[in-house]
């Protein structure tokens, strides 16, 4: 058996069974926040690859509780097997964009749930003021909290055409604040960014070895119906990766990431009624089977990733 059990990595499952001590599975949430990209404060169109649905196209109805999210998933997920443990993830748009009192109502109430055994947030690196800080500090003393922070890339001209709204400062400032407060980052990446070689996508994981950062997600870049990035796809102003060069590029970036950091994605699949390309993204399981089974046939990543 290799150090990460089932997959020749630091996985996210590997991670979770090694601190819960089982199986843990996450409960997506919607807790009806906007973005400073979306409401006018910074740009009224969104990050050009986010669909309407701020990201959070496969979580939970907005319309029920926080509680009723979360147990209507756990209903759904433990028919198919048993689970006791969840991690309550707010994933849509921006999740620390409100006012603190309302973020203490849906984050209190979520981290009170007795099947959730984490929390984790996903949201802005210049949406962090002091009063949000102060409350993820104090529910991080309850419940693990984990904050994930949508950095896509390091390269400002890259940044600039996704529209992503603040430089890589702001980003370092932001995983300062939070590591000094001992709250765990998760750091969002994607492969395949317009104008994006191989070569700047491997400058962003190098720089992310030199962050205090304990997790990461190597997303593959969909182009999904409705966003200005279709648009710019139609008109042949970039081509999507290929199924084998990106599993080639996420084994590339694997290699080059510090083993210490957790692997929480190296795919993604966008929901199959808004994905327009790459088609072969929608198979997601098969591209699962053939990353492992290609890292574990390669001796020169074996030689990495089991040693003990």
Same mark, same amino acid.
């Given at each position: 058996?290799?150090?990460?059990?089932?997959?020749?990595?630091?996985?996210?499952?590997?991670?979770?069974?090694? !601190?819960?001590?089982?199986?843990?599975?996450?409960?997506?949430?919607?807790?009806?926040?906007?973005?400073? %990209?979306?409401?006018?404060?910074?740009?009224?169109?969104?990050?050009?690859?986010?669909?309407?649905?701020? =990201?959070?196209?496969?979580?939970?109805?907005?319309?029920?509780?926080?509680?009723?999210?979360? %147990?209507?998933?756990?209903?759904?997920? =433990?028919?198919?097997?048993?689970?006791?443990? *969840?991690?309550?993830?707010?994933? +849509? *748009?921006? %999740?620390?964009? #409100?006012?603190?009192?309302?973020?203490? /109502?849906?984050?209190?109430?979520?981290? #009170? /749930?007795?099947?959730?055994?984490? $929390?984790?947030?996903? &949201?802005?690196?210049?949406?962090?003021?002091?009063?949000?800080?102060?409350?993820?500090?104090?529910?991080?003393?309850?419940?693990?909290?984990?904050?994930?922070?949508?950095?896509?890339?390091?390269?400002?001209?890259? +940044?600039?055409?996704?529209?992503?709204?603040?430089? @890589?400062?702001?980003?370092?400032?932001?995983?300062?604040?939070?590591?000094?407060?001992?709250?765990?980052?998760?750091?969002?990446?994607?492969?395949? @960014?317009?104008?994006?070689?191989?070569?700047?996508?491997?400058?962003?994981?190098?720089?992310?070895?030199?962050?205090?950062?304990?997790?990461?997600?190597?997303?593959?870049?969909?182009?999904?119906?409705? &966003?200005?990035?279709?648009?710019?796809?139609?008109?042949?102003?970039?081509?999507?990766?290929?199924?084998?060069?990106?599993?080639?590029?996420?084994?590339?970036?694997?290699?080059?990431?510090?083993? !210490?950091?957790?692997?929480?994605?190296?795919?993604?699949?966008?929901?199959?009624?808004? $994905?327009? #390309?790459?088609?072969? #993204?929608?198979?997601?399981?098969?591209?699962?089977?053939?990353? /492992?089974? !290609?890292?574990?046939?390669?001796?020169?990543?074996?030689?990495?990733?089991?040693?003990?």
């Amino acid at each position: 058996m290799n150090k990460w059990s089932d997959k020749p990595y630091h996985s996210l499952d590997y991670m979770l069974r090694e !601190r819960f001590g089982e199986k843990v599975y996450k409960v997506t949430l919607n807790g009806g926040m906007s973005c400073p %990209n979306r409401d006018g404060k910074l740009d009224h169109r969104g990050c050009i690859f986010c669909s309407a649905g701020g =990201s959070g196209d496969f979580a939970a109805d907005a319309a029920l509780s926080i509680t009723g999210q979360i %147990n209507a998933q756990i209903s759904l997920l =433990s028919a198919k097997r048993p689970i006791r443990k *969840y991690i309550a993830y707010f994933q +849509a *748009y921006t %999740n620390t964009y #409100a006012p603190v009192t309302h973020l203490r /109502h849906i984050f209190e109430e979520a981290i #009170a /749930h007795p099947d959730v055994a984490a $929390l984790s947030i996903g &949201t802005r690196p210049d949406c962090l003021p002091e009063d949000v800080l102060a409350l993820l500090f104090e529910l991080n003393q309850i419940k693990p909290v984990w904050i994930e922070l949508g950095l896509q890339t390091i390269h400002e001209e890259t +940044a600039a055409y996704i529209r992503r709204g603040y430089p @890589l400062s702001c980003f370092e400032q932001a995983v300062q604040r939070l590591r000094a407060r001992g709250i765990e980052v998760i750091v969002h990446t994607i492969l395949g @960014l317009p104008g994006e070689d191989p070569d700047k996508i491997l400058q962003t994981m190098e720089y992310l070895n030199h962050m205090d950062i304990q997790g990461i997600k190597l997303q593959l870049l969909h182009v999904l119906e409705g &966003t200005d990035l279709a648009a710019d796809y139609r008109s042949q102003r970039f081509a999507v990766l290929e199924r084998d060069a990106y599993i080639d590029l996420v084994i590339r970036c694997l290699e080059h990431l510090d083993p !210490r950091i957790v692997i929480h994605r190296v795919t993604g699949d966008g929901p199959k009624e808004l $994905l327009i #390309a790459p088609e072969w #993204a929608s198979r997601k399981r098969e591209v699962l089977n053939l990353l /492992h089974h !290609r890292m574990k046939e390669e001796d020169a990543y074996q030689g990495k990733y089991f040693r003990r």
